[in-house]
């Protein structure tokens, strides 16, 4: 058996009860920050750095609004309560991420039998108004990559191969010179998605090829796009302001993706074929994109509009 006195951290007095089979809700005050390091030690292993370092910050103002309370002493009032005081910021999207972290974790404490039924449960989150997506023109396209290619090379690659791929931010940044075959002009990723991981093998276009290619040729087989310490760049946020702000041509990084699979769509190709390109899991998720095509659908329709049409419309009616 387990020597009580060689687990150091509340998180392994936690555990070891459990395990145990011991009742945790009988006299025993188990804080917060007890259980937060229990599920942030859980989460270790299935979450990504950035994502743990989120729920840390989450967690972290809950606790200290209710001054790290015992978590069985945690009511539906208490989250209510935290909720309503954050809303007085205006931001509903970083709150409703809050909350989501909080169901996740009391979901956590109540399969250890830390609580008696989640607190969160019922409770929803704030209405949130998501900005239109921004589709650029040529001329708009234009403007910021000649400003790029003149002014700065790195984000110059990273917004040719957003937009040339559709990959995302966090993905594009993990690209190393192994990833590229030179014979099958190909780029090989592996993308997160929310049921693990999935490997993309993206035929590449002359340009974004050529960009790469340039790249690997500097680089190697490292980051194609590398930081500090040999890893990778991880924020870039004030080369896309100067960028923007020299060409006047507003819109978010992210939105790239967005211009890419409509640049598709208006190209002809077919939506199976770009779900396959942007790694979709139902094509359900490609068709949004189609709701940003609505002037092109309205030109398509248009076509049906000829003097053949005309003419028979105008006939009467077969009896």
Known sequence: MTDVKAIESPFSLVELAVIRGESLLNGKDVTLNDVVASYLTYCATRNRPRTISLKRTYLGRFVDFVDNAPIQDIKCYHVEDFMSYRALNGNAPANNRTLTVLKHFFNFAARRDLVERNPCRGIKGFPEQRKPVKILGEGELKSYFDYCRANDPLLYGLSAVAFGTGLRRGDILKIRGGDVDGERRTLTVQVSKRNGELTLHLPLNSWVFAV???????????????????????????????AKKATGVEFRFGEFRHNCATALLRAGVNVYVVKELLGHTSVNTTARYLKLLGDDLRAAVDKLDTDIVRGALSRSPPA
């Open 212 to 242: 790469l290619s340039r790249r690997k040729n500097e680089y190697g087989d490292g980051y194609l796009f590398p930081g500090r310490n040999g890893s990778h760049v991880v924020d870039f946020k004030r080369r896309f302001a100067r």
